[in-house]
């Protein structure tokens, strides 16, 4: 993997010999009208993207909006400059930290096998080596009437039916980002996230995912990785990732850390119905190893510790995270070989609850994960007593299986 950062733009180029993989992280330079700072974000993402050595098609991005009115101006320019190309899109409204109208994270892919269907705007596939990966985004209720409950019920089963448009069960999805306006506000007598984790909780009820590529048996424990998040306004948005293949040498297994509380298996006080996702989600593939880290926090156990501080919370985020992808976890978990630092994130995301906070935290994520792509946006987290949250994805080679 190589990464490459320039002021606006940051990228990792992940190269699989037949297929090329880029994950791009994008700011304007300008601070102009929002027409410009589009214009000057696309410029910089189509020029990093024609000079990789497969031609590259853009498949699924996460677009982070400073102000929520500006989507449909936003969509509809996005509309002009992709055409009928245009990757699945998820507006999450999240200001960025550096003070933009807006911040795009993309993933593109290339390669002479790779293959590309679009059954509709919401969902789009890639198949190459006889694997097929399947983006879902954009997802919002249909409903207006009724609670988060009854929002994210429907905005589960839409899911569903844009997966089944593309022939892929829910089952498959390994990966999964909801985001929720007002998170810690109240709902009734509980706050909107337990609403949230009792609608996923209702919605996985029948679900066995892993789909016959589990590395071990954990069945029972086997959930896509996730994160829960805030938004500055009081929709509910989701996206995911499903994983798809014939294949016999490519395995899944959930990650959890050995310092941590699985959250599937969470004290009621935290929420009624527990959050159903697991730590990370790993993927092996032909000695390569995939990890997507769920949303992270300053959790010990199932508790939070260093409340109020920023910086004691920002280190030991990222001490979980480095606990959670550590050889001796890895292979603790049946995966051999891999030897993933902080400094194999393809992508990181860096949520900061308080802007005042945004100094120390990225002075601490510099220092610990040094010259990865990192996007930093302004976000309340799922807990009214944390303060920074984290996610990303790891890349590395040299794994085995037991």
């Given at each position: ?160 039916e844009q997966l089944a448009k593309a022939g892929v069960g829910f089952d ?162 049946g995966i051999k070989g891999a030897r993933p630092g902080l400094s194999d ?58």
């Amino acid at each position: 993997m190589k990464i490459i950062k320039t002021r606006s733009v940051q990228y990792a180029i992940i190269d699989l010999k037949t297929v090329t993989r880029i994950s791009l992280i994008a700011e304007p330079e300008s601070r102009g009208s929002l027409a410009e700072q589009i214009k000057d974000v696309f410029q910089r993402i189509q020029s990093v993207l024609q000079q990789q050595r497969h031609p590259q098609t853009p498949t699924f991005q996460t677009v982070f909006l400073k102000n929520p009115g500006d989507q449909a101006d936003c969509n509809r320019l996005l509309a002009d400059h992709y055409g009928t190309e245009m990757p699945v899109t998820t507006y999450v409204f999240q200001p960025p930290c550096s003070g933009a109208a807006l911040a795009v994270e993309l993933w593109s892919i290339g390669g002479d096998s790779v293959r590309i269907r679009r059954p509709t705007p919401q969902v789009l596939s890639v198949s190459y080596d006889d694997l097929t990966w399947t983006y879902c985004g954009g997802i919002t209720p249909r409903r207006t009437a009724g609670g988060v409950y009854e929002q994210s019920l429907d905005a589960f089963e839409q899911m569903r039916e844009q997966l089944a448009k593309a022939g892929v069960g829910f089952d498959h999805v390994v990966r999964t980002w909801l985001y929720l306006g007002d998170i810690t506000g109240p709902e009734g007598d509980l706050e909107r996230y337990m609403e949230l984790n009792r609608a996923r909780a209702d919605f996985y009820q029948n679900i066995a995912f892993g789909n016959g590529h589990l590395l071990n048996d954990v069945r029972l424990s086997m959930y896509p990785a996730s994160t829960g998040i805030g938004m500055s306004n009081k929709g509910i948005v989701m996206s995911c990732t499903a994983m798809d293949t014939t294949r016999k040498d490519v395995f899944l297994t959930p990650l959890e850390n050995p310092q941590q509380t699985p959250v599937y298996q969470y004290e009621t006080c935290y929420s009624p119905k527990s959050p159903k996702f697991v730590r990370a989600m790993a993927l092996i593939i032909n000695g390569y190893t995939t990890l997507w880290i769920s949303g992270t926090a300053s959790i010990v156990n199932s508790q939070s510790v260093h409340i109020g501080d920023p910086g004691k919370q920002t280190e030991q985020t990222i001490a979980n995270i480095e606990r959670l992808i550590s050889a001796e976890n890895l292979a603790r978990h049946g995966i051999k070989g891999a030897r993933p630092g902080l400094s194999d994130f393809a992508r990181l995301r860096v949520y900061i609850k308080r802007p005042q906070d945004y100094p120390i935290c990225r002075q601490i994520c510099e220092k610990r994960f040094g010259n990865i792509p990192i996007l930093y946006t302004l976000s309340d987290v799922c807990r009214s007593d944390l303060l920074v949250e984290m996610e990303g994805v790891v890349f590395v080679k040299r794994a085995s299986v037991d």
